[in-house]
């Protein structure tokens, strides 16, 4: 009998100790590293926003997840976790003792391992130093990891790690980034309700989340606040207005990306500046976009795009028969033109001409079409939208709209590779004027009068003063009065603001700063430079308004707003432009075909590119009803009437008759 009493004795002691003894032995026989949880530095989130604060994007890797401090975690979320999770959370020292005698029992009752109770602790310690295998040894490892981590950290800093850390469906990691992404709401903002619904997710987060089973969620949630109720933590007719409540769930894509080539840009911008963790380093980057602009920019082109394809069909009726025609008149000069209308893309960039903010910035007529970033990436000839920087160091070298140009052929002898070429360029129209106002070669893009002038200037002399523009890779040649310099359309957009910005030549900028960790990182800086004086800039820019009014630029003219602009047609239609401004807001539009092939015979830049730039602008001033819409004219320009219409003239382009009738001394006068 003695011997049957010490048994059992002896049973109950070592089936008491047993717990204990397996902790020993996982104790020692293994390695317990906590430190990825004591030096917690999770990978987060970084958002791009728009110039007005509304977000572009999310960028991150995997795992998308807002950190929040425990100073920004409402004491609400607090409570309700601990209430349905761990309601001993405060006292215990990272193990319930009770439920490990639980786990125990329930391993010996069924013959294999199953899921015992955690602690909030062992949730985190489970999520991220173990694995979610239902083992015994896995158990005994988090209790030692979590008794560990409890004299660690604090009691605060297991909770602000364990709702960063738990994933809460939906993709969303951290309790932050669930609030957002399901709510549209910030943690301050959110009700009990909405609280509940977040706290009550991880313990299934796929059943319970509220985009998938929003009855179930509401269960759940439901669960959450009775328990708080039944702990006395809320009153009844809290208890009461949060079961009736069902609050919006939004079921967003996690990236949110509306702008996908901005997103692309600011990227390429970041590691340019050496910042490589973009989606890792929880970057706050604000752009200088305006996101209703963007869509404008992209519908206008697709608008363009369309009636591009819609005048193809046209176009290739056309094509046949000028083909059997010259078959038939044996005309050999004639090239058939078959355009791969698949091969037509176009792009779009618009900014802000005093600060060279840049607005919008399209890349392509789809995303999903094309990702590559035609404003940004593409190098394409601007043709005679390049001819403006030509005129504007004519004008400030003393010329006038009213000068005279000779638009007369000319044959130019030139040596290539010790061979000697000989170059006769035409005007587009094939016909020639003799002399013509320095006004009207420009509206009607007359290629003759342009080298023409070039030649009276003289080519060095060109050259010196367009480096007051800041044009790179310009080519030492008479070419140059035709456009054959290899730019962006973002490019030429900075150049252009010289025309819109009254003379000042803006960089254009799209990322305004950078945070992180709350402190600010990057902060741009403008950089400018005067290259004309303003009265000439204004002549310039009355002569480009001619352009949009009566010349090559007709289709670009919007109603409601005045408008300055150039366009740009390469050899064969390859490329066409329009590169143009209001009062304040300056835009450049490219078509063409991708493989450099030409495009249908009289796609011109007017025609093409022109429809974008007009419909761009009708949708801003619907954005945009405020916007400036009239140039306003400096001190120091004369108005003269000249024949059905006016000229402008200022100290630098002097009127005809001041340039015979003054002075030098009254010269210094003006």
Known sequence: MKYIKRLIITVVILGFLSPFALIGYYLYAYDYDISKLVDYHPATTSIIYDRNGDRIANVFYKKNRFYAPFNEIPPRVIEALVAIEDTTFFEHPGINVEAIFRAVIKVVQAGKAVQGASTITQQLVKNVLLTREKKLSRKIKEAIYSIKLERALTKTEILERYLNEIYYGHGYYGIKTAADGYFHKRLEDLTLKEIAILVGLPKAPSTYAPTRNYEMSLGRANRVITRMHVLGWIDEHTY??????????????????????????????????????????????????????????????????????????????????RFEYAKKTEDTEYEFRDVNMSKLNGALVSLDSASGDILALVGSVSYK??????????????????????????????????????????????????????????????????????????????????????????????LKELKKFHIKNLPHDLSLSLGSISLSPLQLAGYYTSFANHGVQKVPHLISSIEQGGKTIYEKEDVSYEVSPATQAYIMTTILQDVVRRGTGRRARAAGIELAGKTGTTNKNVDGWFAGYSPSIETVVWFGNDDNTPMYRGETGGRVAGPAFSKYYEKLLKLKPQVKRKFEQPEGIIEVKIDKGKEYFSAISKPPRLEEEVSPEDELLW
């Open 240 to 321: 009461a207005k949060a079961l009736a409540e069902s609050p919006k769930v939004y079921n967003d894509t996690l990236t949110k990306n509306k702008a996908p080539f901005i997103v692309d840009e600011v990227a390429r911008i970041m590691r340019e500046k050496g910042i490589k963790d973009l989606r890792t380093g929880g970057y706050k980057i604000y752009t200088t976009i305006d996101l209703s602009l963007q869509n404008a920019g992209r519908e206008a082109l697709k608008y363009a795009y369309d009636l591009a394809l819609k005048r193809s069909v046209k176009k290739k009726e056309q094509e046949l028969k």
């Open 369 to 462: 079409k094309s990702s590559y970033n035609r404003a940004t990436q593409g190098r394409r000839q601007p043709g005679s939208a390049f001819k403006p920087f030509i005129y504007q160091v004519a004008l400030n070298l003393g010329y006038s709209g009213a000068t005279k140009l000779v638009d007369i052929a000319k044959t130019y002898s030139y040596e290539k590779n010790g061979e000697e070429k000989k170059w006769q360029p035409k005007n587009y129209e094939k016909d020639y004027k003799g002399l013509i106002p320095l006004r009207e070669a420009l509206v009607h893009s007359r290629n003759l009068a342009t080298i023409n002038l070039v030649n009276e200037l003289g080519l060095n002399a060109l």
